[in-house]
């Protein structure tokens, strides 16, 4: 084998490509590429979590500050859904994750933690009081 997956990932990923490409499957490194195809999943799920954190922060500090609504919120909620929507679109996979209550509780406690770091309140809701349908939907700003 050539090149060291711990000396340098991008040129090991290279040399592991070739070998694919030309059907070298005996000198192939296995077991690193198994795990970096699982990370390539990894990195999808984190990609969604924090966005949804982002945006449920956002539907929060929309909730709980009326005062600070306004075109630039209405972008930020945008942005993040439209973003949203492209990631379950690439990876639909990631759909069944909306209806997973364990991760909807994780993604909750980190939009609470991002709207009290963002805002000067402290006492929000203990569950997410929404859907992530309704979360999701771009018609939907809470009261």
Same mark, same amino acid.
């Given at each position: 084998?050539?090149?060291?997956? =711990?000396?340098?990932? !991008?040129?090991?990923?290279?040399?592991?490509?070739?070998?694919?490409?030309?059907?070298?499957?005996?000198?192939?490194?296995?077991?690193?590429?198994?795990?970096?195809?699982?990370?390539?999943?990894?990195? =999808?799920?984190?990609?969604?979590?924090?966005?949804?954190? !982002?945006?449920?922060?956002?539907?929060?500090?929309? %909730?709980?500050?009326?005062?600070?609504?306004?075109?630039?919120?209405?972008?930020?909620?945008?942005?993040?859904?439209?973003?949203?929507?492209?990631?379950?679109?690439?990876?639909?996979?990631?759909?069944?994750?909306?209806?997973?209550?364990?991760?909807?509780?994780?993604?909750?406690?980190?939009?609470? !933690?991002?709207?009290?770091?963002?805002?000067?309140?402290?006492?929000?809701?203990?569950?997410?009081?929404?859907?992530?349908? %309704?979360?999701?939907?771009?018609?939907?700003?809470?009261?």
């Amino acid at each position: 084998m050539g090149m060291s997956y =711990e000396t340098d990932v !991008v040129a090991w990923a290279n040399e592991q490509a070739a070998l694919l490409r030309a059907g070298k499957f005996s000198a192939l490194d296995i077991e690193h590429i198994a795990d970096e195809i699982e990370d390539v999943g990894k990195s =999808e799920q984190r990609e969604l979590t924090s966005r949804m954190a !982002v945006l449920l922060a956002l539907l929060l500090r929309w %909730q709980c500050q009326p005062e600070g609504r306004g075109a630039n919120w209405q972008t930020a909620l945008r942005v993040q859904r439209e973003a949203i929507d492209r990631r379950l679109n690439w990876t639909p996979s990631l759909r069944s994750m909306l209806h997973d209550n364990d991760w909807i509780y994780d993604i909750w406690s980190d939009a609470v !933690v991002k709207a009290i770091e963002e805002t000067d309140l402290s006492v929000f809701p203990e569950a997410c009081p929404w859907s992530m349908q %309704q979360a999701l939907d771009p018609e939907f700003l809470p009261d």
